[in-house]
């Protein structure tokens, strides 16, 4: 199995940082995409930024211009760089890891408990 730990959450006014860690163990036999996801209160869970295992980005509109995805493949660890927050980036932020267990194995994917970042003055 994979597990995914989440750190670096919590309270940040308007216009401030936060950087996300999320370090996966187990036994992985390799790791494709790595990536956040967000809940807000009474919303779905929806993509913020993903990473494959070549550094090719993707990132929600609302995001764009503001946050940072990395992955340092030898840690198995991907991070969120987020500046200028605002009020709406409030939610829960959850890892997600595409992975595979074996060579002979497909992928599956994994999440991460979650961490909270609340922006708020």
């Known amino acids: 199995q994979v597990q995914l730990v989440e750190s670096g959450g919590g309270l940040v006014q308007p216009g401030g940082s936060l950087r996300l860690s999320c370090a996966a163990s187990?036994?992985?036999?390799?790791?494709?995409?790595m990536g956040w996801y967000r809940q807000a209160p009474g919303k779905q869970r929806v993509l913020v930024a993903t990473i494959t295992s070549v550094g090719s980005t993707n990132y929600a509109d609302s995001v764009k211009g503001r946050f940072t995805i990395s992955r340092d493949n030898a840690k198995n660890t991907v991070y969120l760089q987020m500046n200028n927050l605002k009020p709406e980036d409030t939610a829960v932020y959850y890892c997600?890891?595409?992975?595979?267990?074996?060579?002979?194995?497909?992928?599956?994917?994994?999440w991460g408990q979650g961490t909270q970042v609340t922006v708020s003055s």
């Open positions: 997600n890891a595409n992975a595979k267990l074996t060579y002979y194995t497909g992928t599956n994917n994994y």
């Open positions: 187990g036994s992985i036999f390799s790791i494709n995409a």
